[in-house]
C-alpha cells in the first residue's frame, strides 16, 4: 500500500501531546473485536523492518551524533533530503522542542519518522493495511540491539480524537510558535 506524498503533512505539524488530558474517544474499543488494534499482527514497513532487527537480519550502526537516526533512515529507504522542520512543541518530546531545535520530520511514501536534537527517541509512523496509522518508538541510546515498540499508548492520546474522527490516524495542525516554541492559539 503506497501513502498518497500529500500525506505527509498530516504528519509535519501534529496537535499538541500536552492536549493528552482530554481522553481519547473510543480507545478502549478498539482494543475490542473485531478491531484489536493493539494485538492484530500488522504488516507495515516499520513492522517488517522491527521483525527484521528482532530476528537479527538487519544490523543497526551506531552514528555518534545522530544516534539511530541515519541506520533508521537507510533501512525504510527514506532520503534525507525529504526532512521538514517542526519548530513547535507538538510530539510526544515537547520538553526538546523548540524553535531553536525543531523535530525533524523525514518520511517516504511508506513511513515517517520524527527526531529531535538530543532527544530521547526516534518517533516513528506508519499506515498498515489491515489497522491503519501505527506508532513506534525506537530509543535514542547506544545499545547492541535497538528495540522498535509500538507504542499506541502515548500516541494515540492525540492521534485517536475527534480531531481524527475518533480512529488512529494523522492530521494537520498549523500554529504560530511562541519564542518558547509553545502555540499561539489566540491568533
Known amino acids: 500500500m503506497r501513502i498518497p506524498i500529500a500525506s505527509y503533512l498530516v504528519f509535519t505539524s501534529t496537535a499538541l501531546c500536552s492536549l493528552a488530558v482530554l481522553p481519547a474517544l473510543g480507545q478502549d474499543d478498539l482494543n475490542q473485536p473485531p478491531i484489536n488494534y493493539s494485538t492484530t499482527p500488522v504488516n507495515d514497513a516499520i513492522a517488517r523492518l522491527k521483525k527484521q532487527l528482532d530476528a537479527g537480519e538487519v544490523k543497526f550502526q551506531w552514528d555518534e551524533r545522530h544516534g ?10 527514506i532520503p534525507t533530503s525529504s526532512q521538514l522542520l517542526v ?14 531545535r525543531p523535530r ?10 520524527g527526531a529531535v ?20 518508538s525506537l530509543d535514542q541510546e547506544e545499545s547492541g540491539t535497538p528495540r522498535l515498540r509500538l507504542t499506541t499508548d502515548k500516541c494515540l492520546a492525540c492521534h485517536d480524537s475527534r480531531r481524527t474522527q475518533n480512529v488512529p490516524g494523522y492530521f494537520l495542525r498549523s500554529v504560530y510558535p511562541s519564542k518558547s516554541g509553545h502555540p499561539h492559539f489566540e491568533l
Open 68 to 77: 539511530w537516526l541515519p541506520a533508521v533512515l537507510e533501512a525504510l529507504e
Open 117 to 136: 536534537q538530543h532527544g530521547g527517541v526516534i518517533e516513528l509512523s506508519a499506515v498498515d493495511p489491515q489497522q491503519g496509522a501505527m506508532f513506534y
Open 87 to 100: 519548530f513547535s512543541k507538538t510530539s510526544l518530546q515537547t520538553s526538546k522542542i523548540s524553535p531553536r
Open 104 to 113: 525533524a520530520i523525514y518520511f517516504n511514501d511508506e513511513a515517517y519518522v
